[in-house]
């Protein structure tokens, strides 16, 4: 057990990053009281029933007022109303943080209502499962997962050693990162990646009319992690695809052009430039097994190079 880094912290927002959160900070003792608030009644009751959050409370007001910490945990598009709905109850000296997926926005939209003497320090956790709400947390989800912080320029660096603090105590490895930076390369390693997910659970639905049940009957391993990805909340990744607009669009343009390559190499037989350009993408997937950065890898794909 560590000493707490914050005596009390709030999350505002109990769905899988609040409550792996919470079960985070009590595996490690990283925080001495933990106050909780979810929009919903259900969810809120829920949150007791399994003992999620050492107090619940019915108005994110509530939570927040006298924490070290509050956490917003909500989907990016709703940050700027409930950040209003706290503001006034901030003690000087807390630091505010969030976790959504997207970071820019949730700057433009939750820095304005940071009063004076309240530290500011954006986060995001790449640790996720397809899975939401209060029941869906669990304490390991990140162990040795990235946790970016994005502080915005001034910000006290005591505030931002603190939350690295936390966060590395609740198994995360850590790095700093600008926001346009950090939405152009979520837009390439989650936001892109989703969107195609969706399209293409999509189409083999609007196929499956056609084939009556056979794609789902003969659904490969291929297609069931896409299946996995296409599951997750549609009010998240609606949320991620309107305030990550230029940098998603930017790159599935780019998706969309590389696309159009291989659909032509295929349509002219051209399988020099096929295999070629599966020989590149093999060779990424070994580089991260490589550099121990897919933990769910298996150890054949280390040792096995043919
Ligand atoms: N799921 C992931 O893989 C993942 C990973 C990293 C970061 N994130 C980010 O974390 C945040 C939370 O995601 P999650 O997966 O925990 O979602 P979730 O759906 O499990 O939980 C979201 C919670 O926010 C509440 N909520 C929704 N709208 C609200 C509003 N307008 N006001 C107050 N509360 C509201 C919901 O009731 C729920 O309690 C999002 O910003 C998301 O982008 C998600
Ligand atoms: O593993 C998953 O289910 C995820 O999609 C997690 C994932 C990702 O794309 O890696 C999803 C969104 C987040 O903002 C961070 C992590």
Redesign the pocket.
């Known amino acids: 057990m560590s000493a707490p880094v914050y005596n009390r912290v709030a999350l505002i ?6 409550s792996s959160m919470f079960w985070a900070m009590k595996r490690a003792g990283l925080a001495g009281e933990v106050t909780g608030y ?3 009644a259900e ?1 809120r009751d829920t949150a007791r029933r399994i003992g999620l959050c050492d107090r619940v409370c019915d108005s994110a007001a509530e939570a927040a007022e006298g924490a070290d910490l509050v956490v917003l ?4 598009g ?1 940050m700027g ?2 950040v209003q709905d706290i503001e006034s109850v901030l003690k000087p000296g807390a630091t505010v943080s969030d ?3 997207v970071k820019a926005h949730v700057i433009e939209a939750v820095a304005p209502h940071i009063p004076d003497g309240v530290h500011f320090v954006p986060a ?2 790449l ?3 397809e899975h ?3 029941e ?1 947390g669990f304490a390991e989800l990140f162990d040795n997962r990235w946790s970016l912080l994005v502080p915005v320029e001034g910000t006290d660096p005591d505030a931002v050693q603190r939350l690295r603090d936390l966060w590395e105590g609740m198994g995360a490895n850590v790095d700093e990162m600008d926001a346009d930076h950090h939405d152009l390369v979520l837009a390439v390693t989650s936001h892109a990646p989703h969107l195609i997910a969706y399209t293409m659970v999509g189409v083999a639905d609007d196929l499956r009319r056609v084939t009556d049940s056979e794609v789902i009957k003969y659904s490969a391993a291929g297609f069931r992690d896409f299946t996995r990805i296409a599951a ?2 549609p ?2 990744w609606r949320d ?1 695809f309107l305030t990550n607009k230029d940098a998603t669009l930017e790159i599935l343009g780019r998706f969309t052009e590389e696309l159009f390559a291989l659909q032509r190499a295929i349509r002219t037989g051209d399988g020099e430039h096929l295999h070629q350009y599966f020989t590149r993408t093999r060779a990424i997937r070994r580089g991260i097994i490589e550099a121990g950065q897919d933990t769910d890898a298996p150890d054949f794909g280390r040792a096995k190079k043919t």
Not at 13 to 18: D, R
Not at 73 to 76: I, M, Y
Request: net charge neutral; with cysteine.
């Open positions: 927002g109990l769905g899988l990053i609040a979810a929009r919903s969810t945990c909500v989907p990016v709703a109303a409930v976790v959504g997926s995001h956790p640790a996720g499962t939401s709400g209060p869906a997750s909340d009010t998240m991620v």
